[in-house]
């Protein structure tokens, strides 16, 4: 049992196999209703932003804090192996939180007075637009970014020294919009 833990992969498909066994046990007949499929993809979209916002704390909270004192020597490691890595889950988590968080606003209802900012959904709306900038700034703005930073995109040394600090301070303007993006969503929520 417990080597399927030692392979992400493998833990994440058990994590997910146990997450069906308890819808179907669950809800088994009603998986077929529409009245489902709002309540799961809002489960998804949760899963997906602690994924997000989880990275995105971490990068800000403890690596671009602690690189200044990791030994050159072992910079390279970080910068080979962890930060690629943690952006890849970094971005598609992203994306996947904008889509369904787009679903679940659509299966309830509220998607276009949301995005137009209607006095009904306005603070439901206010976290989606904050979502949608922080998104966009991770896909347009830090990951080509940090793509020359990292040494995937080959770049002389002062074009890689701007593009890690463009990715840093966009990182950090993402930190900032979470913390009232997160204060609309849970709002909605109690409130909506």
């Known amino acids: 049992m417990f080597r399927v833990l030692e392979k992400l992969y493998e833990a994440i498909t058990l994590g997910a196999v146990l997450a069906l066994v308890l819808i179907v046990w669950f809800h088994g007949s009603d998986l077929l209703s529409a009245h489902y499929w709002g309540p799961f993809f809002t489960w998804l979209h949760v899963v997906s932003g602690i994924t997000w916002i989880g990275l995105l704390y971490y990068f800000n909270l403890v690596q671009i804090p602690t690189m200044p004192k990791i030994p050159a020597e072992l910079k390279p490691a970080v910068g080979k ?6 952006l890849f889950w970094f971005r598609w988590s992203a994306l996947a939180t904008i889509v369904t968080g787009l679903i679940v606003a659509t299966l309830n209802g509220y998607v276009m007075d949301a995005l137009t900012l209607a006095s009904s959904q306005r603070t439901i709306g206010t976290g989606m637009w904050l ?6 700034n991770v896909w347009f703005i830090i990951w080509p970014n940090q793509k020359k930073a990292l040494g995937i995109v080959k770049v002389d040394d002062a074009p890689k020294a701007r593009a890690a600090r463009v990715a840093m301070l966009t990182s950090r303007i993402n930190f900032v919009l979470s913390v009232p993006m997160l204060y609309c969503m849970v709002v909605f929520r109690f409130l909506g």
């Open 81 to 86: 192996f962890i930060a690629p890595e943690a």
């Open 131 to 136: 979502g949608a900038i922080m998104a966009f």
